[in-house]
């Protein structure tokens, strides 16, 4: 596999993916829990601003509002960087993002959906980049997660999304 240089941008783009993530877990926990020690993010060098895409469906106002200030905090916790949501109907969601991944200029961060988009495919074309080497580079504990719900995101040994949510998909049970 080719090796791949990490620009600013790119891991700017990675730590507000798992900002996102880390932000929306907390965000259905019960009660707040303090952050281990450290930094969130990466701040933009001075005088440099970046802008981060966020598109994400819409499922109702309410995830809207939450996102928006995921958003908001996270710009507030990363100076020069700014998270500009886009809120995106149902309906136009999986043709939006695939419309901008065919124009090489995907979002940044957004609502991945293996349904749409099964986890070889991202592997196979580079859609996301691996995280497996942020995960170390942070000691990032994934014990906060199933660890089948870990290996839905990845393939061939590698990390290239983490879960914000696993529930099931289907019932199955005996009436007899």
């Given amino acids: 596999m080719p090796e791949q240089k990490l620009s600013r941008r790119d891991f700017l783009r990675n730590s507000a ?10 965000a259905c926990a019960p009660a707040v829990q303090p952050a281990p ?5 990466a701040a933009a060098p001075a005088g ?25 905090e996270f710009s507030e916790q990363n100076p020069g960087v700014t998270v500009q949501h886009q809120p995106t109907a149902n309906a136009d969601y999986n ?14 961060i957004y ?25 170390a580079a942070d000691d ?6 199933r660890p089948d719900a870990i290996k839905l995101y990845q393939w061939d040994g590698k990390t290239f999304a983490l879960p914000r949510d696993y529930g099931n998909q289907n ?3 005996n009436v007899d």
Avoid at 17 to 26: D, H, Q, T
Avoid at 37 to 41: A, H, V
Avoid at 111 to 130: D, F, G, N, W
């Fill in 17 to 26: 993916i798992a900002a996102f993530v880390v932000g929306g877990l907390a």
């Fill in 37 to 41: 020690g450290g930094e969130q993010g």
């Fill in 48 to 72: 440099e601003a970046v802008t981060l895409t966020f598109v994400c469906d819409i499922i109702n106002e309410g995830h809207v509002k939450v996102r928006d200030k995921w958003a908001q």
């Fill in 95 to 108: 043709t939006k993002i695939q419309t901008l991944f065919a124009a090489g200029t995907p979002p940044d």
């Fill in 111 to 135: 609502r991945y959906l293996q349904e749409i988009t099964p986890i070889i495919t991202v592997s196979q074309k580079a859609l996301h980049l691996q995280l497996d080497d942020y995960i």
């Fill in 140 to 145: 990032y504990d994934l014990s906060d997660f």
């Fill in 171 to 173: 019932l199955f049970y």
